[in-house]
């Protein structure tokens, strides 16, 4: 039996966390979702610890995805996921000295995989080569993949079906869930949990956002159908 993919809400809109952070999170803390995320630009430091640290008060995990692809730029982010007090750090091209910085301070590593450049992310590859790179980079201690499967420059439901099957880990499908459509093809992969930022502040499930929240949670457990 196939698992239902977990929703990460991102409070980030274009890879890049919204302003109001703060506040778009008081609207949706009592909603279905119990995982969140953000990127590392632009709030301060002080804004981001308060803020996950008010997550983490009611339960939430929380997530840092890093937009990066230095390895200088990469171990900031890792760092700052740390000092935030993270569950989890995404994003990321890998290296071995932000694994083993992860592994160090016991928070989860969920780096991209493919040729991912720009901001937003676009991600480039073949399917082969992104599922050895990901199982290698599981051998060495990664707890799952970050995978932008529908930032992709191909065939976007074919690439991220073909991923999750050959990945004996967490994939996270990441970036451009938008659609119901979108939604279905979740549930037919199966990846362990996928990420909505932007849809949502794009009204693309509903005009609440808490209700989108709802809506889309209750979608994937087969609660509620398209209308």
Known sequence: MKKTPELVVMLTKNDH??????EVFE???????????????PLTEDEMKELFSYMKSLGKEVFLEVVEYTEEEGLKGAEAAVRYGCDALMGTVFFDSINEYCK???????????????????????????????????????????????????????????????????????????????LDELLEISPYSFTIGGAFFDKKFGDDLCEQINTVCAYMKGETKNA
């Open 17 to 22: 966390t919204v302003a109001n952070a703060s």
């Open 27 to 41: 609207q949706c803390k009592s909603s279905s979702a119990k995982c969140f995320g953000f990127k590392e630009k």
């Open 104 to 182: 160090e301070n016991n928070i989860k590593y969920f780096p991209f995989v493919g040729e991912v450049t720009e901001r937003p992310s676009v991600l480039n590859g073949n399917a082969e080569d992104m599922i050895k790179e990901a199982n290698e980079y599981i051998a060495k201690g990664a707890s799952g993949i970050d995978f932008l499967g529908y930032r992709y420059t191909g065939d976007c439901f074919e690439l991220c079906k073909k991923f999750v099957e050959g990945v004996n880990a967490p994939v996270c499908i990441a970036g451009s869930v938008d659609s119901y459509q979108r």
